[in-house]
């Protein structure tokens, strides 16, 4: 069953059990407010965003309506939630974005990705090819360079250890080095974040360490009560880009993310001391 809530201005339907996103859309009017703040403040004057692992929509949506000149190409691969995510991009009328039920990663083909049903209650973000659902579907599998426009600027993903293999699909887009990547890096998936950091490395970037708290002190419904929770990341800026949010930079693959809040300055301006 869906409910239904608004965010950032626009209406939301979700899973009603989904216990992360669509749970803090519900109770606080955003999620991972900061990844979205970050993207649409990087994004130039035109271009494209594509957001692999894009669940209902709550970062690519909300960047949708604030960047109408923008193409915004969301990629996920759980049929449910892609038809949810769907529905949300219609029903608030953002006809520049463009919805792929897939997988991203090295190569076209089909794979079998687990599935769970929108009726049960779960946390919906960590599905992922390594979650243990019981079952899985077939689902079609594509690579980033083949759908990725070529005025592709800034590029997010969030596919629960299977960065790397997206990120061998985009040989293309790495060498060519003018997007920006906003890839998750976690120590629940120490092995892929290190490999993510290599390549990232190896293909010319400035990569740095970015924190996202799921929700923040200054959201506009409900106060949180764990505010500090979120999602561990990397951020790699391409020659040319400045680091305008000082982030930290990463020394290399074996660096491990700082701890504390001071490493995260831009934190401040969510309430954070």
């Not at 990120?167 to 092995?191: D, F, S, V």
């Amino acid at each position: 069953m869906l409910d239904r809530t608004t965010a950032y201005g626009l209406d939301f339907v979700f899973p009603r059990g989904d216990q992360v996103v669509g749970a803090s859309l519900r109770r606080h009017g955003e999620f991972a407010r900061v990844e979205l703040d970050f993207l649409v403040e990087m994004a130039g004057g035109a271009g494209a965003l594509i957001d692999v692992g894009a669940n209902i929509g709550a970062i690519a949506l909300p960047f949708a309506r604030a960047k109408p000149d923008w193409k915004v190409i969301c990629i996920e691969a759980h049929r449910g939630l892609h038809g949810v995510l769907a529905a949300n991009a219609l029903l608030n009328g953002l006809h520049n974005t463009e919805v792929h039920h897939a997988a991203a990663g090295p190569v076209r083909g089909i794979v079998e990705f687990p599935t769970l049903s929108l009726e049960e209650k779960a946390n919906f973000g960590t599905l992922g090819f390594s979650a243990n659902t019981g079952r899985t579907e077939a689902v079609r599998m594509l690579t980033l360079d083949e759908i990725a426009p070529e005025d592709t600027a800034l590029i997010k993903i969030d596919v629960e250890g299977f960065e790397t293999e997206v990120l061998k699909g985009a040989a293309r887009l790495l060498q060519a080095r003018k997007a920006i990547w906003l890839a998750e890096a976690t120590i629940q998936h120490p092995k892929t974040a290190a490999e993510v950091i290599a390549t990232l490395l190896g293909n010319g970037y400035r990569v740095y360490w970015f924190y996202a708290p799921f929700v923040t002190p200054q959201s506009e419904k409900d106060t949180p009560t764990n505010a500090g929770v979120g999602d561990a990341n990397v951020v790699a800026l391409p020659p040319g880009v400045e680091n305008v949010w000082g982030l930290t930079e990463v020394s290399g693959p074996d660096d491990r993310r700082p701890p504390n809040i001071q490493a995260y300055p831009y934190l401040a301006r969510y309430g954070y001391s």
